[in-house]
Nanobody, 126 residues
């Protein structure tokens, strides 16, 4: 059974940093495209970044470049998202997603991810 479990969210003050984790299990982690996205109440989903497992190059949505860094640890089947210089507008539920096939990460568009986690809440106060 595929399982994605996010952690690392919390309440922080503006200017701080967080490192979110997504622990993956139940599938062949070595051959997947993994991604992070966020969604705030009443707002549309915003894609942040994606990365192919096993050392793929990260790809960032144009609107998310600069303060977000995606990375992955194949030995621990975990994908990370580091967010720096947090601002109140970063307040949202952050989710990770996965789709089989590293090649999905090389496309010029966001694929239809097959698996989703339950999310971790990030709240930034001014």
């Amino acid at each position: 059974q595929v399982k994605l479990v996010e952690s690392g969210g919390g309440s922080v003050q503006a200017g701080g940093s967080l490192r979110l984790s997504c622990a993956a299990s139940g599938f062949n982690y070595a051959s997947y495209c993994m991604a992070w996205f966020r969604q705030a109440p009443g707002k549309e989903r915003e894609w942040i970044a994606r990365i192919a497992t096993g050392g793929g190059s990260p790809f960032y949505d144009d609107a998310m470049r600069g303060r977000f860094a995606i990375s992955e640890d194949s030995s621990g089947n975990t994908v990370y998202l580091e967010i720096t210089s947090l601002i109140p507008e970063d307040t949202a539920m952050y989710y990770c997603a996965a789709i089989a096939g590293k090649g999905w990460c090389d496309l010029g568009t966001w694929p239809d991810f097959r698996y989703w986690g339950q999310g971790t809440q990030v709240t930034v106060s001014s």
